[in-house]
């Protein structure tokens, strides 16, 4: 089965710095994702991306956050000068289109901000 | 109007029983319901959804009921079994929209061998 793939696994970094997330979402999908997880809570919805511009953000997706698809293959999440609140699983995933609208994770970036 | 309730928060049941976890929701948008689980370290996994024009959807072990006059729906996981033991979250999502999802707390579920 096609895969949504995240890298890196694992991100440490000190607050203040920026940190960059890539995804490669499926091939064919149209519709793509950020989500975050905080351990132990629920999964959260940041900001959809669609025809290469968001087409939504939560209220957690502040300026200091941004999105990308520079070519046609990676997705990426931009945290511009980290908190320590943002210590959180982070999830891409990806939608095929208005037929069929499965939503893929990835196995996530686990970030920690010191 | 966006929440998806979800309970309970946690579960224990013996191996071969039949774990119920519920999921209630507002917005009358909602018309795709899928269920996700979750194993520690890993991405959520779609497991089994469902559109508001059935009330039952039966895949292997596990299946969804959905109420739609009380725009309530629940998993049910039939024979369970230890490999079960994971979190499940309920989601809820809108064809209109931007297929943004909209989870559930979480149910944690222990399957005791």
């Known amino acids: 089965e096609p895969e949504v793939t995240q890298t890196p696994s694992h991100q440490v970094t000190q607050m203040g710095q920026e940190v960059i997330l890539r995804c490669v979402p499926i091939?064919?999908?149209?519709?793509f994702y950020w989500y975050r997880q905080i351990l132990g809570q629920k999964v959260e919805f940041l900001v959809s991306?669609?025809?290469?511009?968001?087409?939504?953000k939560s209220e957690i997706f502040d300026d200091q956050f941004s999105v990308e698809r520079p070519d046609g293959s990676n997705f990426t999440l931009k945290i511009r000068s980290t908190k320590l609140e943002d210590s959180a699983m982070y999830f891409c995933a990806s939608v095929q289109d208005k037929l069929n609208e499965k939503l893929f994770f990835g196995s996530g970036t686990q970030l920690s901000v010191l | 109007q966006q929440q998806v309730k979800q309970s309970p928060q946690s579960l224990i049941v013996q191996k071969g029983g039949i774990p119920i976890i519920n999921c209630a929701y507002e917005n009358t948008a909602f018309d795709y319901f899928p269920w996700y689980q979750q194993f520690p370290g890993k991405g959520p996994a779609l497991l089994i959804a469902i559109r508001p024009d059935v009330s039952e959807k039966k895949e292997g072990r596990f299946t969804i009921s959905f109420n739609k006059s009380a725009k309530q729906f629940s998993l049910h996981i039939m024979d369970s079994q230890p490999g079960d033991s994971a979190t499940y979250f309920c989601?809820?999502?809108?064809?209109?929209?931007?297929?943004?999802?909209?989870f559930g707390t979480g149910t944690r579920l222990k399957v005791l061998a």
């Open positions: 991306f669609y025809n290469n511009e968001i087409s939504e």
């Open positions: 091939s064919n999908h149209l519709y």
């Open positions: 989601a809820a999502t809108a064809a209109s929209g931007t297929y943004k999802y909209i």
